[in-house]
């Protein structure tokens, strides 16, 4: 079992900037892809973006890409996010994951992903 601690969320206005952090309980993390998702009011939760094992490659959503970047250190068992030019449509709440299967692939899909934590609030004002 691995616990994944999220935080770094809050309220922000448009245009500015947050950074979230993931903190993962298990070293055997370093093997594994992890993500980020989120979940706004009454919608299902969708993906944001995600980082390989080793950091070399990266996935994001159309919505978020060129605002956000993800990155990692596995020697803190760490996952960023970095969120600039935040919108409210950003609002959500944020969700890090970890991969199901150790392996070289960066997955988007939530159904890869077999462990979560248990969210940070962002909120965008307008």
């Known amino acids: 079992q691995v616990l994944l601690v999220e935080s770094g969320g809050g309220l922000v206005q448009a245009g500015g900037s947050l950074r979230l952090s993931c903190a993962a309980s298990?070293?055997?993390?370093?093997?594994?892809?992890m993500g980020w998702f989120r979940q706004a009011p009454g919608k299902e939760r969708e993906f944001v973006s995600a980082?390989?094992?080793?950091?070399?490659?990266?996935q994001y959503a159309d919505s978020v890409k060129g605002r956000f970047t993800i990155s990692r250190d596995n020697a803190k068992n760490t996952l960023w996010l970095q969120m600039n030019s935040l919108k409210p449509e950003d609002t959500a709440v944020y969700y890090c994951?970890?991969?199901?299967?150790?392996?070289?692939?960066?997955?988007?899909?939530?159904?890869?992903?077999?462990?979560w934590g248990q969210g940070t609030q962002v909120t965008v004002s307008s």
């Open positions: 994951a970890v991969e199901r299967r150790a392996g070289w692939r960066t997955p988007i899909s939530q159904d890869d992903y077999a462990y």
């Open positions: 298990k070293r055997t993390i370093v093997t594994y892809a």
């Open positions: 980082i390989n094992w080793s950091g070399d490659n990266t």
